[in-house]
Nanobody
Framework: QVQLVESGGGLVQAGGPLKLSCGAS????????MGWYRQAPGKQRELVAV???????NYADSVKGRFTISRENAKNTVYLQMNSLKPEDTAVYYC?????????WGRGTQVTVSS
């Protein structure tokens, strides 16, 4: 069993920053990738950012230049630094980890950006 716990969500004014964290524990195999997804009301879950085991990153076009994903391998932790937040970034943000045994999701953390 693998458990993911997200933290760092909340309410922020447009233009402000937030930093999300996600720690993984349990029977984790070799981690292949760690990422963040989000789901806004009435919309499908979408990729925000992903970082591979080698450190290669990929971002959704809508967040490029504003969000930065990073990881701390020794702690099995992934971060998402979000700057210049916009109301359209409002969503539940989910952490995802893919290891040699499967894909795992956190419960999500709410991010609300007020205009």
């Amino acid at each position: 069993q693998v458990q993911l716990v997200e933290s760092g969500g909340g309410l922020v004014q447009a233009g402000g920053p937030l930093k999300l964290s996600c720690g993984a524990s349990g029977s984790i195999g070799g981690i292949l990738a760690m990422g963040w997804y989000r789901q806004a009301p009435g919309k499908q879950r979408e990729l925000v950012a992903v970082i591979s085991s080698g450190g290669r990153t990929n971002y959704a076009d809508s967040v490029k230049g504003r969000f930065t994903i990073s990881r701390e391998n020794a702690k099995n932790t992934v971060y998402l630094q979000m700057n210049s937040l916009k109301p359209e970034d409002t969503a539940v943000y989910y952490c995802n980890i893919k290891d040699s045994q499967g894909s795992y999701w956190g419960r999500g953390t709410q991010v609300t950006v007020s205009s």
